[in-house]
């Protein structure tokens, strides 16, 4: 008998939005905002959609053969234990059915979903605003909260709204009128930075060709340079490189991998153990653990071109301290802000299946999130276990939809669980923890999750100060000092915290790199290299204050 496919995916449509709608109850409802007394507004709207190809999509994501890991998450394991009649076991059973229907259909069509992978379509920011916003008073903050919280889709805060401080937030086109009126209403000064995102992000990273790259291949033996942002594939292969032509000085280890089965590498830059024959103390250097925060993944790799490649320049840091460097933590989400959406900021996960659902729940979310996708990925900086989920402040979120979604419980992410697996193994001799984030400048310290201070508060802040003090000698930049939760906001479940409160690291930083909001996330490549050297100067700076000044 011929299988009526219209009639299963009716089922299917109708079976979804039931589920959806309950499962939603929990949660504000998303698209709607009263910018107006008396009116609303529908805030979600589709965004234009840019169906160009990017010749640099088919680049390698650097899998290498042995390293890739599968993460079926297809193949839903159901206990065995036998259940008397019941009408939700027969519901169960004939969507079952159904569902392996589809499955069969789609396969034939398609073959095996844990293979298919469909190209998503690249956001576009076109006629999208970034607009600075400066809340004077608490109820400014209350209103701009209010907005926030109900997470207009075409209202992104790159920050949490507070008193007497900036709070950048992208419009969408469809809204920007509204918003503004909305503002005015309320009293709420506010400026716009960048009148369009999509002009912005399409200037920021120069293209290079294929014939250029050969002749830097050629020339250089790799193609890194730090003229421009460069995709996951050529990062590993830059840190492969060394460590081909550095074996004496450069070890690259696979930590881990993500969570679509990409190597998480982290390179070691070590001379070996001191004169004593014991290790040396290590500095351990993380970037990249926001997808959308390039900058910091290309500070990092100019760190270790610097250690690795003028090793000779500085072979008395070297001599008394080794390097732990991660130039992208997040592998899966960084990629995809190169070839989906710019301003992607969280891993690529999907954590339905951790829900406690039946089979029956599993199934449908199973088959709708094949159709339709999910709220996916993870905030990794709210997903370390120390004051994992503590979202009272608002620095974390429990919703999968929001930018901060902490994730189902700390260490979710197989990205963070492989960072902080390494780092408790070698925590005897890490000295220093650092992890570079854009955009701010501050040089900020423990603790994230309380307004409270640690009891070495100011040894850090003096080493960290003179660290400040060489990075303005270069350009002239003007980094802040502080802890995270008075600079910035209140954040539970950040890398920092758990490396000083957890891993027992006494330096513990965050590093909040250029610029002040003219660009923001979107930091043109010209400023790599002026921003690189201004931060590697203050890093050498604290790195011999707290290595046995060398």
């Not at 840091?317 to 899966?332: F, K, T």
Request: net charge negative.
């Amino acid at each position: 008998m011929a299988v009526d496919f219209g009639s299963i995916l009716c089922l299917v449509l109708g079976l979804s939005v039931i589920i959806a709608s309950n499962r939603t109850t929990a949660r504000p409802q998303r698209g709607e905002f009263e910018f107006l007394p008396g009116e609303k507004y529908n805030c979600s709207s589709v965004g234009e959609v840019d169906w160009s190809y990017d010749e640099e999509s088919r680049e390698s994501r650097c899998l290498h053969e042995g390293d890739t890991v599968s993460n079926d998450t297809d193949d839903l394991k159901i206990g065995d234990k036998s259940r008397g009649f019941s009408f939700v076991n027969m519901v169960e059973s004939m969507f079952s059915a159904v569902a392996n229907g589809i499955g069969s259909f789609v396969t034939s069509i398609i073959g095996t979903e844990k293979n298919f992978k469909p190209r998503s379509p690249r956001v576009s920011y076109r006629n999208h605003q970034l607009i600075r916003l400066y809340p004077n008073s608490q109820t400014h903050v209350n209103e701009l909260k209010e907005l926030k919280e109900a997470e207009p889709e075409d209202v992104k805060f790159w920050a949490e709204p507070m008193y007497n401080k900036t709070t950048d937030v992208v419009v969408g086109p469809d809204l920007v009128s509204e918003v503004k009126m909305f503002l005015r209403d309320k009293g709420i000064d506010f400026k716009v930075l960048i009148p369009d995102l999509q002009k912005i992000i399409a200037y920021q990273n120069p293209k290079m060709s294929k014939e250029q790259r050969e002749d830097l291949v050629t020339s250089h033996g790799h193609s890194m340079t730090w003229k421009r942002y460069h995709r996951y594939g050529e990062i590993c292969r830059y840190l492969e490189y060394l460590a081909f032509r550095y074996p004496s000085l450069v070890e690259l280890i696979t930590i881990g991998h993500s969570y679509e089965g990409q190597p998480i590498k982290m390179v070691k830059i070590s001379t070996g153990p001191n004169k004593g024959g014991e290790a040396k103390p290590a500095v351990w250097i993380d970037a990249g653990m926001h997808a959308r925060e390039w900058i910091g993944s290309a500070v990092a790799t100019y760190i270790v071109s610097q250690l690795v490649e003028k090793n000779s320049s500085y072979a008395k840091l070297l001599d008394n301290s080794d390097w732990m460097i991660l130039p992208v933590a997040n592998p899966d989400g960084y990629e995809f802000s190169h070839i989906g959406d710019r301003l992607w900021r969280k891993t690529r996960s999907n954590h339905d299946e951790d829900q406690d659902d039946s089979r029956f729940l599993q199934l449908v979310n199973h088959y709708t999130r094949w159709l339709w996708g999910k709220c996916e990925g993870v905030d990794p900086n709210r997903n370390f276990d120390y004051h994992w989920g503590e979202v009272e402040e608002g620095g974390a979120s429990l919703d999968p939809c929001h930018e901060t979604y902490a994730g189902p419980r700390a260490f979710s992410e197989p990205e963070t669980k492989a960072m902080a697996d390494y780092i408790l193994a070698n925590k005897q001799n890490i000295r220093m923890y650092l992890t570079l984030h854009s955009y701010s400048q501050m040089w900020l310290v423990p603790w994230g999750y309380t307004y409270s201070r640690p009891s070495d508060y100011w040894e850090l802040a003096s080493v960290a100060k003179k660290a400040i003090g060489a990075i303005s000698k270069i350009h002239g930049t003007d980094y802040q000092f502080g802890p995270s939760a008075d600079l910035l906001y209140p954040t539970s479940g950040a890398s920092d915290d758990w490396a000083k409160g957890v891993a027992g690291i006494k330096y513990a930083y965050t590093l909040e790199l250029r610029d002040r909001g003219t660009y923001g996330f979107l930091l043109p490549a010209s400023q790599i290299v002026p921003t690189a050297r201004e931060i590697w100067a203050g890093i050498r700076t604290i790195a011999r204050l707290i290595t046995c000044n060398t």
